[in-house]
């Protein structure tokens, strides 16, 4: 198989685009750029990657830049990925909104980043099942944002194959997920229809109407550089009410001298 040719001065246009406009580093991913990408200039009838940097950098089309995105960085997700989280959230995140809520009984949570939709469609689950019996009518829809929106469109119109389902209570698999004729499963609809998708660039200013309550950002900052992630941490706090909560990826790490919120646990910070 034969690969295409990156110049080190196309690849550095290239990694100083993408850093600049959507945060992820691959300043040291030139090979990774050439494996993964080669297949697919090859069949669009490029002969080197020159004109395709050219392209991309001329900021024209956002969605060839967000299929480079994809294919640079991996979606693996599942249903109740690091569990913990989740475990935190039942017992003392919901609790808190609740007191938090008492009069507007409307929720704000935000899962950014949210690849296939399994997080934020698992948060919702929880939601569900936690204001299920509650006194009055609670607002539970969430906030999912990804810069895709391929992957936002495989979301709002999800087909899961089991294996993703596998961590989740039985019950719930079956409460909340119906089998298709392939064999794979999509989603009920009173959890479908509690999330709100919308496409988003981290590196964008955050003006969405309301401060959250939690902000789920979880294995995404790993494509960042310090700086980089240091900037979206004081956006996100600045977005997140008094005594709110950030979940990062177990796989990250914020810096104790930079960060503006406080370490609770593992992976979950709060601003206080």
């Given at each position: 198989m034969i690969t295409l040719s990156l110049s080190d001065a196309d690849f550095h246009r290239l990694y100083t685009y993408i850093q600049k406009n959507y945060g992820i580093d691959l300043s040291k991913k030139k090979q990774l750029i050439v494996s993964r990408l080669s297949n697919t200039l090859r069949g669009e009838g490029y002969s080197s990657f020159t004109a395709y940097v050219d392209e991309i950098v001329s900021g024209r089309d956002k969605d060839r830049t967000t299929v480079l995105l994809n294919?640079?960085?991996?979606?693996?997700?599942?249903?109740?990925?690091?569990?913990?989280?989740?475990d935190?959230?039942?017992k003392t995140v919901l609790p808190a909104i609740e007191r938090r809520h008492q009069t507007d009984h409307s929720i704000s949570i935000w899962s950014a980043g949210c690849s296939s939709g399994e997080e934020p469609y698992t948060i919702s689950m929880y939601l569900k099942e936690y204001f299920a019996n509650k006194v009055g009518s609670w607002d539970t829809r969430i906030l999912a944002t990804d810069i895709s929106q391929n992957i936002l469109s495989s979301a709002m119109n999800p087909s899961?194959?089991?294996e993703a389902l596998s961590k989740l209570p039985a019950a719930w698999q079956r409460k909340y997920f119906t089998k298709k004729t392939d064999g794979s499963f999509t989603i009920a609809p009173q959890i479908r229809n509690n999330v709100i998708f919308r496409t988003f660039n981290l590196m964008d200013p955050i003006q969405f109407r309301r401060p959250f309550d939690l902000i789920f950002c979880r294995n995404v900052m790993i494509y960042f550089d310090q700086p980089t992630k240091e900037a979206?941490?004081?956006r996100f706090y600045n977005v997140t009410v008094p005594n709110g909560y950030l979940f990062i990826g177990h796989s990250e790490g914020l810096n104790k001298a930079t960060c503006p919120y406080k370490y609770i646990l593992p992976a979950i910070y709060?601003?206080?």
């Open positions: 294919k640079l960085t991996t979606n693996y997700t599942y249903f109740l990925r690091e569990e913990e989280h989740f935190f959230l039942q899961y194959e089991a979206l941490v004081r709060q601003k206080v």
